[in-house]
Every structure is written in C-alpha cells, then in structure tokens.
C-alpha cells in the first residue's frame, strides 16, 4: 500500500467519494462537488465558447487584424464580410435581453430551427430512410453453395418481418385491432427485445466506468492496486 | 579462419552490394521513358491505349476520370503488366506527375483534388473548376519496366449542377411533401384526421393534476439536444402543453436546460403558453434557467434539483445520451411520477425500465402532434404514415423481387453518391 502525496489526487479522490455519497443521500459533501462541478464547468464552456468560437469564427473573419495578439495565425488572412450576417443573428438572439426588443429574438430562432430542419430533411432521407429500405431488401430464401440454407433464410425472414411489425407499431392513423393489432404487438415485442440487448450491452459499458473511478480510487490514490 | 581464404568472398560481396546500389540509383533516377527491355534487359509491356479523358459527373467540378484500353500485355501477351500509372501535367509539354496507380486489369482511373488552396496551406494538385488538364498513363511491368507512355490526352473539369445519383431522394422528398402539402391543407379546412391514443400523453394530464393536489412543481427536462434537433422540437410542443396546463392550474413548471439557444426557445414556449392561458402575469422566467453545457455536470444540478423539490411529475422528452439513467433512477428515488420520450435508441431501454411511461421513437413526435392538434403538424403525421406505407410496399415487393434473382427494385432506391 502506497498512499499518494499528491494533493490533486487526494482532491479528486475527495470529489468523487463526495459525488458517491449521493447514493447514501443528498448531504453537504456531494451539495459542495456539485456546485464545484456545474460552477467550473459552466465557466469552462464559456471560455470554450469565446475562444473556440467567438474570437477564431467571428472576429477573425470579420477583422482579422483584431486576433492578432491572441490568435496570430489567423490575422493575416483576408477578411470574409458574410460573416457579418450571423454576427447580426446572433446579436438579434440577444435581444431577448430587452423587454421590448425581445420579439426580434424570434427571428434567429426561427433561422436556427429552419435551416437546420432542412438540412436534415436531406440527410436523415439518405442516411435512415431510403439507405435503411435498400438494405432490407434482402432475399427471404437463400440459396448458398446451391441449397437451400436454412439460418440465413430464417435470419433474413425475420429482419424482414421485424422491420414491417416494427413500422405498422408507428403507425398513427389507424387503431392497433385485429391483425394490425397483432402485427403492432409483434412489432413491441420486438423492440422490447431489442431494448434489452442494448439495456444489457450498455449496463456493462457503464461497469467500464465504474472500474475506472474504482482504479483511481484504489490505485492512485491508495495505491492498494498496481495501475 | 584463414584470412586470405575468406577475403576474396567479402570482396565479391561487397562488390555485389555496391552493384544493386549503383543499379538502384540508376532505377531511381532514370526518366521513366527510357526504362525500357533494352536497358533491363527485361521486356517492357505494351503502353495502354485509346485513353480518353471524362469529367467527373455528379461533381462540383474538381475531377476528372481517366479511361484507356488495356495493355496489350495486361491479360494476354506477355501478361507481365504489373499496374499502370496516371501522370498529369497543366501542359502538354510541361512536366508530368505521378497522380495515382491502380493495379492490372483496371482500366480507370478517378482524378479528384477538391482542396482549395489557401495561404497557409498551399495545394498546387488543386483541380478548380473549369481547369484543364493533360494526361498519359504508362504501364509498369512485374520486372519494374515501364511502357512506352500513352498519347497525351486533354480534360477539362465541369460543375455540374445536378447530382442524377441523388434522385431517389428528390423523388422522395416529392412524395412526401406531395402527401404533407394535401394533409395540412385538409386539416386546416377542418376535415377531421384521426391518430390513435398515446399511453404515454394521456398521462400527461394525469400527472399535472397530480403535481396541482401535492403542491409540487413539474420537472421539465429537454435533453441535451440543440434548438434545432427534431426530438427537441417535438419536446417544446409537450412543454408548451404541460405549461399552458400548469398555467391553469397555478402549478410550478422548472425547466432546466443546458443550451442557450434551448434557452430562449424554451423560455420564448412558456411565457407564450401562460399568455394563451389568460394568465402572463404568473409567467416567471426564472423558473427555465440555464445550468450549464456540460453532461455530467448537467446531470448533478438536475439531480439534486429532483431530490431537493421533490417534484411531482418528470417529463423528459428531448434527445437524451448517457444521463438518461441517471435522470430516471434519481427521479425514481425522489418518488415522482415520470414520463420520458426520445428518439435514441441506445437510451430508449433505460427509460422504458425506469420511467412510467415511455414515448417511443416516433411517438415523441406523434404526441406533439397530439397534443397540439395543430393541422401542419397532424398534416405531418398523416403523411409520415402513408409513407410508412408506401416503404412497407417497397420492402415487401423488393423482398421478393431480389429472392426472385431481380434487383430493379433495389437498383431503384440505391444512392450513388
């Protein structure tokens, strides 16, 4: 057992059994490392924010010259005015502020929300719509090495199956009775069963996690464990 | 060991590595046309021919492909064409680079340089649009013997306006908008359009007067989705619905956020739904706050915002990643009634096993439309369905067309890109 004599690592050790300490009960240990946590982090991507975004994406573009002392690899580039136009959206966005103004704020919003809605009207036709129909067309017997082969007949049928189950479920415009009914239920039955392979495969994912903080804990901190 | 026995072998071996050196450096640097059968000895094949020289189609003018007829020597002959090279040049007499090799047998080559050049990274291999260029391809045998070049041939690149490998999504996007325009048009001339009830949203008002007969307030959480994302969208829809009830009733609705833009749409949503609920002077904007951009801090505000208000009813509707869980267990713990929406698959199963109610996937959109009753998005709704039924028919059709050996159906639908 070797204990660290690093004070970070006593201080990371300390917030996350603070952070642990919810599972006992809400308490002042874990009431300190939130507001450490959410304080630090806010802050964190405001500064993100201003210098990720702000100063590389807007102001040098606009006036390159501006970054020179805190971005200098990006003054001397010429200056791209089209820029100009999101700064005036997101300067409407903050009208918001005013009592009277604030009405403008709409506008901004409804570009966000607009634009970005079409371009994923495109991209989610390509990507989960037509691409997804493509692919399950696939063959409901199939023939390997010249047989019939059983696995991947089965296999296929099912995905086909699975799939048209699956779409009468969502679908909205006609009451889930009779055979409907019973192919909406299938349609359930497997998403349920699909639900709990990712509940199961994603549980064990978060495990990862939790011997990760587990190794800190026993192997940085208190170095029972050899990392 | 007798000295003089084994001198004369080093001497022959280093004599035989000072060869392959010699012989390497004349490799390397020899103009490829003069590598021949003579200089070799080894045979050189027989250059490609007849290449011509395509734009790229479907582009945006920054390729060209490169088609000749194979070597004589390529699949009959000699058969000892290895691969073949693509040289180009901005001039016909002007000096040609290697541009890329494919191996034997292929008789094609893709051109492509899209990255512009800008001051701190120049490209001088950019292909602007409306560039010409000059090209002659050599074939190289196994024996590392180079053909005669090809003649040079002459391309010029083009924009083209349209891209034909996208059309099975213009057509689908026609017929959807086709079925979207007739629905919204028939909803807004009144014509009744059925959809049939939610589990999950006839809660809904189930919980709020529950929240009402406790004295607690409503935990509304969006997720951690931009203003933009159609989860979040449909969840300002149920926030407007929940708020305008809360309105009613004079029950608390906290909204914490992580997004500014999700913010201002959110806060923009409540304060308009307690104005239609004839009551803005209860409006309170202090009540959708933002806590900060971050998950997992995210998460330990909200958490213990659940254990320390002790809300009556969580809503999550919006698109929710690993903090799902997290959210739905502590909501759990603090005894509150909860109903969850999302459109991610991953995190569906975590809010089916720990929330009351689950709207699933598409249902999260079908109950703002619902809820809303409004006729664009009934109208939206309406025609999501019949292209549900429109793709059922595809799928059971392509099915059995391609068991059937035949793959027009597929062909149809495939996107070149």
Same mark, same amino acid.
């Given at each position: $057992? /070797?204990?660290?004599?690093?004070? $970070? #690592?006593?201080?990371?050790? *300390?917030?996350?059994?603070?952070?642990?300490?919810?599972?006992?009960? @809400?308490?002042?240990?874990?009431? *300190?490392?939130? /507001? %450490?946590?959410?304080?630090?982090?806010?802050?964190?991507?405001? #500064?993100?924010?201003?210098?990720?975004?702000?100063?590389?994406? %807007?102001?040098?573009?606009?006036?390159?010259?501006?970054?020179? *002392?805190?971005?200098?690899?990006?003054?001397?580039?010429?200056?791209?005015?089209?820029?100009?136009?999101?700064?005036?959206?997101?300067?409407?966005?903050? $009208?918001?502020?005013?009592?009277?103004?604030?009405?403008?704020?709409?506008?901004?919003?409804?570009?966000?929300?607009?634009?970005?809605?079409?371009?994923?009207?495109?991209?989610?036709?390509?990507? @989960?719509?037509?691409?997804?129909?493509?692919?399950?067309?696939?063959?409901?017997?199939?023939?390997? @090495?010249?047989?019939?082969?059983?696995?991947?007949?089965?296999?296929?049928?099912?995905?086909?199956?699975?799939?048209?189950?699956?779409?009468?479920?969502?679908?909205?415009?006609?009451? /889930?009775?009779?055979?409907?009914?019973?192919?909406?239920?299938?349609?359930?039955?497997?998403?349920?069963?699909?639900?709990?392979?990712?509940?199961?495969?994603?549980? $064990?994912?978060?495990?990862?996690?939790? #011997?990760?903080?587990?190794?800190?804990?026993?192997?940085?901190?208190?170095?029972?464990?050899?990392? | 060991?007798?000295?003089?026995?084994?001198?004369?072998?080093?001497?022959?071996?280093?004599?035989?590595?000072?060869?392959?050196?010699?012989?390497?450096?004349?490799?390397?640097?020899?103009?490829?046309?003069?590598?021949?059968?003579?200089?070799?000895?080894?045979?050189?094949?027989?250059?490609?021919?007849?290449?011509?020289?395509?734009?790229?189609?479907?582009?945006?003018?920054?390729?060209?492909?490169?088609?000749?007829?194979?070597?004589?020597?390529?699949?009959?002959?000699?058969?000892?064409?290895?691969?073949?090279?693509?040289?180009?040049?901005?001039?016909?007499?002007?000096?040609?680079?290697?541009?890329?090799?494919? +191996?034997?047998?292929?008789?094609?080559?893709?051109?492509?340089?899209?990255?512009?050049?800008?001051?701190?990274?120049?490209?001088?291999?950019?292909?602007?649009?409306?560039?010409?260029?000059?090209?002659?391809?050599?074939?190289?045998?196994?024996?590392?013997?180079?053909?005669?070049?090809?003649?040079?041939?002459?391309?010029?690149?083009?924009?083209?306006?349209?891209?034909?490998?996208?059309?099975?999504?213009?057509?689908?996007?026609?017929?959807?908008?086709?079925?979207? &325009?007739? +629905?919204?048009?028939?909803?807004?001339?009144?014509?009744?359009?059925?959809?049939?009830?939610?589990?999950?949203?006839?809660?809904?008002?189930?919980?709020?007067?529950?929240?009402?007969?406790?004295?607690?307030?409503?935990? +509304? =959480?969006?997720? &951690?989705?931009?203003?933009?994302?159609?989860?979040?969208?449909?969840?300002?829809?149920?926030?407007?619905?929940?708020?305008?009830?809360?309105?009613?009733?004079?029950?608390?609705? &906290?909204?914490?956020?992580?997004?500014?833009?999700?913010?201002?749409?959110?806060?923009?949503?409540?304060?308009?739904?307690?104005?239609? !609920?004839?009551?803005?002077?209860?409006?309170?904007?202090?009540?959708?706050?933002?806590?900060? !951009?971050?998950?997992?801090?995210?998460?330990?505000?909200?958490?213990?915002?659940?254990?320390?208000?002790?809300?009556?009813?969580?809503?999550?509707?919006?698109?929710?990643?690993?903090?799902?869980?997290? &959210?739905?267990?502590?909501?759990?713990? !603090?005894?509150?009634?909860?109903?969850?929406?999302?459109?991610?698959?991953?995190?569906?199963?975590? +809010?089916? !096993?720990?929330?009351?109610?689950?709207?699933?996937?598409?249902?999260?959109?079908?109950?703002?439309?619902?809820?809303?009753?409004?006729?664009?998005?009934?109208?939206?709704?309406?025609?999501?369905?019949?292209?549900?039924? =429109? =793709?059922m028919i595809i799928i059971i059709l392509g099915a059995i067309a391609i068991t059937g050996k035949w793959t027009f159906i597929r062909d149809i639908i495939t996107i070149h890109l």
């Amino acid at each position: $057992m /070797h204990i660290s004599a690093n004070i $970070m #690592v006593w201080f990371g050790a *300390f917030l996350t059994l603070s952070i642990l300490s919810f599972l006992y009960k @809400d308490n002042v240990f874990y009431k *300190f490392a939130e /507001h %450490l946590f959410v304080g630090v982090s806010a802050a964190y991507w405001m #500064v993100i924010g201003i210098w990720g975004t702000l100063f590389p994406n %807007l102001i040098a573009k606009i006036y390159p010259g501006g970054v020179r *002392f805190v971005l200098p690899s990006l003054a001397d580039r010429p200056p791209e005015y089209y820029y100009i136009i999101p700064a005036i959206l997101g300067i409407l966005l903050l $009208m918001r502020l005013s009592k009277k103004l604030g009405w403008i704020s709409r506008w901004p919003l409804a570009f966000i929300v607009g634009t970005t809605a079409g371009f994923n009207l495109v991209r989610y036709l390509r990507s @989960d719509f037509i691409g997804q129909v493509r692919n399950t067309l696939i063959p409901l017997i199939v023939i390997k @090495d010249g047989s019939f082969n059983f696995i991947g007949s089965f296999s296929n049928t099912v995905i086909i199956v699975g799939v048209l189950c699956g779409l009468i479920y969502f679908f909205f415009s006609k009451e /889930h009775k009779g055979a409907f009914g019973v192919a909406s239920r299938i349609g359930i039955w497997i998403l349920m069963i699909t639900f709990g392979a990712g509940f199961g495969y994603t549980v $064990m994912a978060r495990i990862s996690l939790l #011997v990760g903080r587990m190794q800190f804990l026993m192997g940085d901190w208190l170095g029972i464990i050899n990392r | 060991m007798n000295h003089i026995d084994w001198f004369p072998r080093k001497l022959g071996i280093i004599s035989l590595v000072l060869l392959v050196i010699t012989w390497g450096g004349v490799l390397a640097q020899a103009p490829k046309d003069v590598l021949s059968a003579d200089s070799l000895g080894a045979p050189a094949p027989a250059p490609p021919t007849n290449v011509r020289v395509i734009d790229k189609p479907n582009d945006a003018g920054h390729g060209l492909i490169i088609r000749w007829d194979l070597s004589a020597d390529d699949t009959s002959g000699l058969k000892n064409v290895d691969r073949y090279e693509v040289l180009r040049s901005d001039a016909p007499d002007g000096e040609f680079i290697s541009r890329g090799i494919v +191996f034997r047998g292929v008789n094609e080559y893709e051109d492509v340089d899209d990255m512009k050049p800008t001051a701190s990274s120049p490209n001088p291999n950019y292909m602007a649009e409306g560039s010409t260029w000059f090209y002659k391809v050599v074939a190289l045998s196994n024996q590392q013997v180079y053909s005669e070049p090809s003649e040079i041939v002459v391309g010029t690149t083009r924009e083209n306006l349209f891209h034909w490998g996208k059309l099975p999504i213009l057509i689908a996007v026609i017929i959807f908008t086709a079925y979207l &325009l007739n +629905f919204i048009i028939s909803a807004k001339k009144g014509k009744k359009l059925y959809i049939r009830p939610l589990a999950g949203i006839d809660a809904v008002d189930d919980a709020i007067g529950r929240a009402t007969e406790m004295g607690k307030p409503i935990l +509304f =959480i969006l997720g &951690l989705g931009t203003a933009a994302d159609i989860a979040t969208i449909a969840g300002f829809t149920i926030l407007s619905r929940v708020a305008k009830k809360t309105a009613e009733y004079q029950t608390r609705v &906290l909204v914490p956020v992580q997004d500014p833009v999700v913010l201002a749409v959110a806060q923009e949503t409540v304060r308009t739904a307690y104005l239609e !609920a004839g009551r803005p002077d209860q409006y309170n904007s202090d009540n959708i706050f933002y806590v900060t !951009a971050m998950q997992f801090p995210y998460v330990a505000a909200v958490n213990s915002i659940m254990l320390r208000e002790k809300p009556a009813t969580n809503f999550y509707m919006g698109l929710f990643y690993a903090e799902s869980l997290l &959210l739905a267990e502590t909501g759990n713990i !603090a005894g509150s009634i909860q109903i969850s929406g999302t459109d991610q698959i991953a995190q569906l199963p975590f +809010f089916v !096993a720990a929330t009351d109610f689950t709207l699933i996937g598409e249902e999260l959109y079908a109950a703002s439309a619902y809820l809303s009753q409004e006729p664009v998005q009934l109208g939206t709704l309406k025609a999501q369905d019949y292209t549900k039924a =429109i =793709i059922m028919i595809i799928i059971i059709l392509g099915a059995i067309a391609i068991t059937g050996k035949w793959t027009f159906i597929r062909d149809i639908i495939t996107i070149h890109l």
